[in-house]
């Protein structure tokens, strides 16, 4: 059974800071994985899809790296900033096709704190 | 105009009540998902639609039931209500595209669902 793991559970840096989340999953057969952002009372915010075949994906300040093998993911944001603050969740899809259709498999989150 | 909508946002209700949440979207995708959130557990999936003839149970189906009305419109019941379906719930969609591969999930800004 896959198998989702965030790591810190909970961060908290100074602004302009360079920081990188952790993501580990057991089954590295996985078909993509996702990073989302949740904020207070709002919904879940795609931040970066990164297929199954590639190795990283970015998007302004961020960047998602994906090492099948070793089951990891990193998001790395670079110059932090307070309106960075919310929890970021990891999700990958499991190679089982027929189980649940396209599951999402979430970890439980990081929440970040960026202090001005 | 927000992508995927969901109604009510926020609702207390109590126990043996039937509660209905809805869920729009405007993105033509022809598959979505209903999960809920509940604190350090991460998202779980309820049920999911391929189409509109096509409804499957996820992980955690007992004591909710769904209608998928149109391509746009998947709703999710709770029949008789009770305390521990208190939680978040999200309305996700995704584009299929052919064969069985994964496409990103949008979701929607979620309903908090409380019941007493």
């Known amino acids: 059974k896959q198998e989702v793991t965030q790591i810190p559970a909970a961060l908290s840096v100074p602004e302009g800071e360079n920081l990188v989340l952790n993501c580990s999953f057991t089954?590295?057969?996985?078909?993509?994985l996702q990073w989302f952002r949740q904020d207070p009372g709002k919904g879940l915010t795609s931040l970066l899809l990164?297929?199954?075949?590639?190795r990283e994906q970015t998007s302004g300040r961020l960047n998602a790296s994906l090492d099948k093998s070793s089951g990891r993911s990193t998001l790395y944001i670079a110059a932090s900033q307070p309106g960075d603050s919310a929890t970021y969740l990891c999700a990958v899809i499991p190679p089982t096709y027929a189980e649940y259709g396209n599951k999402l498999v979430f970890g439980a989150g990081t929440i970040l704190r960026v202090k001005s | 105009d927000a992508d995927v909508t969901q109604t009510p946002r926020n609702r207390i209700t109590k126990t043996g009540k039937r509660i209905m949440l809805e869920c729009s979207q405007t993105k033509g995708h022809d598959r979505m998902y209903w999960y809920r959130q509940d604190p350090g557990l991460g998202l779980q999936l309820i049920y999911y639609?391929?189409?509109?003839?096509?409804?499957n149970k996820g992980e955690i189906s007992d004591g909710y039931s769904v209608s998928r009305q149109a391509q746009a419109k998947f709703s999710l019941s709770l029949e008789s209500a009770i305390p521990n379906q208190t939680a978040l719930y999200f309305c996700?969609?995704?584009?299929?595209?052919?064969?069985?591969?994964?496409?990103?999930?949008?979701f929607g800004p979620g309903t908090r669902l409380t019941v007493l």
């Open positions: 089954d590295s057969a996985i078909y993509n």
């Open positions: 639609s391929f189409d509109v003839k096509d409804i």
């Open positions: 990164i297929q199954s075949s590639q």
């Open positions: 996700a969609t995704s584009d299929g595209g052919r064969g069985q591969g994964y496409n990103e999930q949008f």
